[in-house]
């Protein structure tokens, strides 16, 4: 079974810049995670999707982050203008269904805001 | 401030060593989960833990999850280079099942 993908593995941009990442979940995963992992901290949801909607994004800073998950699949995580806080790993998880259920994460893509 | 608090922050220890790692937290779980995370990796679930007093053990680990479901612990037996990584925990309330992670604790065995 293949795993989560996620691209790119790695960006640097600068402040003020935009970006965007993109994840693949497991096929057949209904629920979908972005979590932000700034060094030496575990990591921290940013947004949960349930199929195609938005169950949780609480902690997600909507003046700057956006997300979508089109058709219930993929989904990316958009940054526009970044921060030099910003920096940090976004991982993308899924899992068959919700809280609860194991979750599988991505390898990340390694933002550096300069 | 973490909800859930990982102690000591950083482990180095020699290959055929004993280590604990502890997770604690002053709120109550309905279950906590340990990751262990590679350099340049995403966390990888170990073990999910339910029931309070539960000791579960995979090959050299061995977690535990307090009385209270408070607070957890993870001993590797004669620890292996292969172990070295990052643990975190992961805890999930019963009113809103959200995972809270720890900062996580920075294993490095030496051969």
């Known amino acids: 079974e293949a795993g989560v993908a996620q691209s790119p593995r790695y960006k640097i941009i600068e402040k003020r810049q935009s970006v965007a990442f993109w994840c693949n979940p497991i096929s057949g995963h209904a629920t979908l995670y972005w979590y932000q992992q700034i060094l030496g901290q575990g990591p921290k949801l940013l947004i949960q999707f349930q199929n195609n909607g938005v169950v949780d994004d609480s902690q997600l800073p909507k003046d700057r982050f956006s997300a979508e998950r089109l058709k219930g699949v993929d989904s990316t995580l958009k940054i526009q203008p970044a921060k030099l806080e910003d920096s940090a790993v976004y991982l993308c998880a899924s899992s068959l269904y919700s809280w609860g259920y194991e979750q599988y994460f991505g390898p990340g893509t390694r933002l550096t805001v300069t | 401030t973490q909800l859930l608090e990982q102690s000591p922050q950083f482990l180095s220890i020699q290959e055929g060593e004993n280590l604990t790692v502890y997770c604690n937290s002053s709120s109550v779980f309905s279950s906590l989960q340990w990751y262990r995370q590679e350099p340049g990796e995403g966390p990888v679930l170990l073990v999910t833990v339910v029931t309070g007093g539960e000791v579960k053990k995979l090959k050299r680990l061995t977690f535990q999850f307090g009385d209270a479901r408070k607070d957890s612990s993870l001993h590797i037996t004669a620890a292996q280079p292969g172990d070295t990584g990052l643990y975190l925990c992961?805890?999930?309330?019963?009113?809103?099942?959200?995972?809270?992670f720890g900062a996580g604790t920075t294993v490095t065995v030496r051969a």
């Open positions: 992961a805890g999930a309330r019963s009113n809103d099942y959200k995972l809270s």
